[in-house]
DNA sequence: AATTTTTCCATTTTCCAAAATATTGACAGG
DNA sequence: CCTGTCAATATTTTGGAAAATGGAAAAATT
């Protein structure tokens, strides 16, 4: 068993594998932002030698998962509003720019790849309470996010896209802090109806979409910002 | 001596070094794009054990400068139009984002700090024949790059400006292209005149910089497509 | 002759122990 | 009582040797 949040991250190397696994946890907050990681905690807790997990660590500090300082270790990098706020401003930009390329260059597998994306988070709504409904709201989470996906994956730049999935990767670190205030968030928005005229107004390539899109996201990004000063994070 | 084309660049840990000079020699184009590197090459040219290297290489996958594959090395990415044109798109939606934010939150310093650098660019011209004035062109797109850091460095946003310099790095791969056709490059473009009218537009805090802004970029952009494409790569 | 299997080799990947560097706590001097 | 120095300890960083892997040549089978 490597990871400890994720069933079983497949990859070749096993550099490759503790990647994947030390992101996940990452993300999925199972290591506490601002905390200071111990190579030998590391090395117990994904059962590898330095070598790999020395290389997993050093390309998440390319990606910014990380933070590193010269013989001091890394550090998971600590939640703060500024740090959101920077985090969706590029969003938003980028969201855009492949939105814009997306309503030019999708086909007809792209507009289909929409609606089923839409249908299948529709399906899954998002519990009232919030109680115990931790799964459901993770399976809501995913296919939301697979559906913000489908949107800009006509955008014919991988560089791009893949920026973009980085970002999105970030903001899933505040995850566990949308979960637990989801009550809050919601009050005020329809979220279906709001991500349905999205849908609508992309498959008819309507260039208005693109502020509707930026308008989503900036709502999002202040759920979040709330949710984090209420939480009283430093 | 650790770097082939940069003198020594500083840093803690021998594996930060070899990033450094690794990075430098990627971007001078001192390895050739599209080439795979064997592991033995670099240890020999870097002078390192395998430890440093393999987690200077990683961090650079991390950051796109290299390409992995599993079990089959590290390979520099090639040349590509597509790709000219993935990098500009990306950099023209960061800076202008960055700039919009910079023309709220700037400063007299900033101000000044434009000021100094346009200056700087402009006492050290483009030589008219672009025949052996390496040193003179090299040392005019420096001074051109921290014009163009100066312009957004007001943002109030470190992952933004971080994601920049990143996109300038990705561009400055295809300098040599640039300085092999800088004459056709400036037809029909009065640089000088360009620069000086943003950095007044920038500095009235006028908005239409942004569109400035982004059609000098976008130009720069065409003239190295263009460079590409009759270079002929691949 | 074509196709599959086997063997070998170059290369990458991993582990491990030694070296380098920070951090902690104690202690002497101001 | 505070401050700075020095050793002891903990942690990170590095080099080299061993293991794993992929690809290509060689052998064997159809």
């Not at 069933?7 to 030390?22: D, F, I, K, M, N």
């Not at 993300?27 to 030698?49: I, Q, V």
């Not at 997306?102 to 519990?127: F, Q, S, T």
């Not at 279906?192 to 709502?219: G, N, Q, S, W, Y």
């Amino acid at each position: 068993m490597i990871s400890l949040s994720n069933p079983s991250p497949p990859g070749r190397t096993l550099a490759e594998q503790v990647y994947g696994a030390l992101k996940s946890d990452i993300l999925a907050g199972a290591l506490t932002a601002g905390s200071a990681l111990l190579t030998r905690d590391l090395l117990e807790r994904y059962h590898c030698g330095v070598s790999p997990l020395r290389e997993a660590v050093a390309r998440l500090v390319g990606e910014q998962f990380l933070e590193a300082t010269s013989h001091r270790g890394v550090r998971v990098p600590s939640f703060s509003v500024n740090d959101v706020e920077d985090v969706y401003r590029i969003r938003i930009a980028l969201e855009r720019e492949a939105l814009a390329l997306a309503i030019i260059h999708g086909d007809d597998n792209w507009e289909g790849a929409i609606l089923a994306a839409g249908h299948r988070m529709e399906k899954a709504p998002l519990p009232d309470r919030n109680e115990d409904q931790g799964h459901a709201v993770s399976e809501w989470e995913k296919r939301h996010r697979s559906f913000h996906t489908s949107l800009v994956s006509a955008a014919p730049s991988p560089r791009l896209l893949r920026l973009i999935n980085q970002m999105v990767d970030q903001t899933e670190r505040y995850r566990a802090l949308r979960l637990a205030g989801s009550d809050q968030a919601k009050i005020g928005r329809d979220i279906v109806a709001e991500h349905r005229r999205l849908m609508d107004l992309v498959i008819a390539r309507d260039p208005a979409c693109l502020e509707l899109l930026a308008d989503h996201l900036d709502h999002t990004r202040q759920a979040v910002v709330a949710l984090i000063r209420s939480a009283a994070i430093p």
